[in-house]
T-cell receptor
Framework: EDKVVQSPLSLVVHEGDTVTLNCSYE??????LLWYKQEKKAPTFLFML????IEKKSGRLSSILDKKELSSILNITATQTGDSAIYLC???????????FGKGTLLTVNP | GAVVSQHPSRVICKSGTSVKIECRSL??????MFWYRQFPKKSLMLMAT?????????EQGVEKDKFLINHASLTLSTLTVTSAHPEDSSFYIC??????????????FGPGTRLTVL
């Protein structure tokens, strides 16, 4: 059975801090690893990492895939209160690209 | 790009009635869409995979006669919760899978539907 484990489950920081969120996985026929941000509604897409694209960056957010260690990290630098959300890691595998989600990391950024 | 809409965003219904939720990919075609359910403070639970032009594939433990899925076109999938009961109250989220691009396999999510069954 495919498995995705995220850590920490929750994190409280102050504005301006840098955070690193972790995701490890066990999946059959790995295709890609995706990071999503979920605030009050449904998840919004952040990054997709594959064997051919193991590092992505967008503004203050960046992510790296370590295929050897079967893990990924999501970094957020100079955090802002608007970064407060649940960050979900999901792994796509199998023939129909089904996503297996981790339980998420609840990030709270205090002013 | 890659926008997915969902309607309605919120619905309250009486026990025993049926509720239909629509999921549309607005700017791309999606052969495959997915339906998830999310309980408070829990992660997304995949209910079923919706395949355009063929039957949906349900996850173990999900009643296919209770959660009817129709994927009649490349931009629309519907989920009908039949004879809804209070335990069906939940946040239902659909996603559409991108194909044929550098982001093949990425799922973009609709905004979700909050169902409350009285």
């Amino acid at each position: 059975e495919d498995k995705v484990v995220q850590s920490p489950l929750s994190l409280v920081v102050h504005e301006g801090d840098t955070v690193t969120l972790n995701c490890s996985y066990e999946v059959t026929n790995f295709r890609s690893l995706l990071w999503y941000k979920q605030e009050k509604k449904a998840p919004t897409f952040l990054f997709m990492l594959t064997s051919s694209g193991i590092e992505k960056k967008s503004g203050r957010l960046s992510s790296i895939l370590d295929k050897k260690e079967l893990s990924s990290i999501l970094n957020i630098t100079a955090t802002q209160t608007g970064d407060s959300a649940i960050y979900l890691c999901a792994v796509s595998g199998g023939s129909n690209y089904k996503l297996t989600f981790g339980k998420g990391t609840l990030l709270t950024v205090n002013p | 790009g890659a926008v997915v809409s969902q309607h309605p965003s919120r619905v309250i219904c009486k026990s025993g009635t049926s509720v239909k939720i629509e999921c549309r990919s607005l700017d791309f075609q999606a052969t495959t869409m997915f339906w998830y359910r999310q309980f408070p403070k829990k992660s997304l639970m995949l209910m079923a995979t919706s395949n355009e032009g063929s039957k949906a594939t349900y996850e173990q433990g999900v009643e296919k006669d209770k959660f009817l899925i129709n994927h009649a076109s490349l931009t629309l999938s519907t989920l009908t919760v039949t004879s809804a009961h209070p335990e069906d109250s939940s946040f239902y989220i659909c996603s559409a899978r991108v194909e044929g691009s550098a982001y093949t396999g990425t799922q973009y999510f609709g905004p979700g539907t909050r169902l409350t069954v009285l």
